[in-house]
């Protein structure tokens, strides 16, 4: 079964803390996304990679950071830095970059800050 | 910066009857534009995909338009249903990029 997954679902945090969200996919993607849903607002992109070892900035970089050791995996960290991050997080992914590749989404990680 | 706009950003109907859904955007040098699903708490299904060269796309009672120089598009959903209430997003992509609207959310009244 190929597809996205993401883990945890819900997630808490402390003020000051970091915290890990998981990406993975399986469909042999070369590019991965993450974008920030807030109510009421359009999807954010926080960051993206186009292969392994590789990432870029999004429109929001700011407190957030990545890493793309494996092609399948594409963590997201959210670091004290990030004044409001409590928002659902949703990982995508697509073939590769290029415009014509359609980005297939997980089910998303909902990030409450306590 | 493309901005991609929605309207109305609720909708509420009775069972059967036709939904018509608007997105705008800025900027018209798209490549494509995208229609998505989302139920609530859940992540994004894609529903129709229109290619900047082409007009409309359909797939069931869905049927989507595109005017690229006005820089609209419209998703038709025909004789809708209870199960079709959820939020529907429409996106641009300009390179590699999807610019989101903030998403009209459906009821449809049994």
């Known amino acids: 079964d190929g597809g996205i997954t993401q883990s945890p679902k819900y997630l808490f945090r402390k003020e000051g803390q970091n915290v890990t969200l998981s990406c993975e996919q399986n469909?042999?993607?070369?590019?991965m996304y993450w974008y920030r849903q807030d109510p009421g607002q359009g999807l954010r992109l926080i960051y993206y990679?186009?292969?392994?070892?590789?990432?870029q900035k999004g429109d929001i970089a700011e407190g957030y950071s990545v890493s793309r050791e494996k092609k399948e995996s594409f963590p997201l960290t959210v670091t004290s830095a990030q004044k409001n991050p409590t928002a659902f997080y949703l990982c995508?992914?697509?073939?590769?970059?290029?415009?014509?590749?359609?980005?297939?989404f997980g089910p998303g990680t909902r990030l409450t800050v306590l | 910066k493309q901005e991609v706009t929605q309207i109305p950003a609720a909708l509420s109907v009775p069972e059967g009857e036709n939904l018509v859904l608007n997105c705008s955007f800025t900027?018209?040098?798209?490549?494509?534009l995208q229609w998505f699903r989302q139920d609530p708490g859940k992540g994004l299904t894609s529903l129709l995909l229109?290619?900047?060269?082409?007009r409309e796309q359909t797939s069931g009672r869905l049927n989507a338009s595109l005017d690229k120089s006005s820089g609209r598009s419209t998703l038709y959903i025909a004789a809708s249903q209870p199960g079709d209430s959820a939020t529907y997003l429409c996106?641009?992509?300009?390179?590699?990029?999807?610019?989101f609207g903030a998403g009209t959310t459906v009821t449809v009244r049994a």
């Open positions: 995508a992914s697509s073939m590769e970059s290029r415009p014509v590749d359609t980005q297939y």
């Open positions: 469909l042999n993607h070369d590019a």
């Open positions: 990679s186009q292969i392994v070892n590789d990432f």
């Open positions: 900027d018209s040098a798209i490549y494509n």
């Open positions: 229109i290619q900047s060269s082409q």
């Open positions: 996106a641009v992509k300009d390179d590699y990029k999807l610019s």
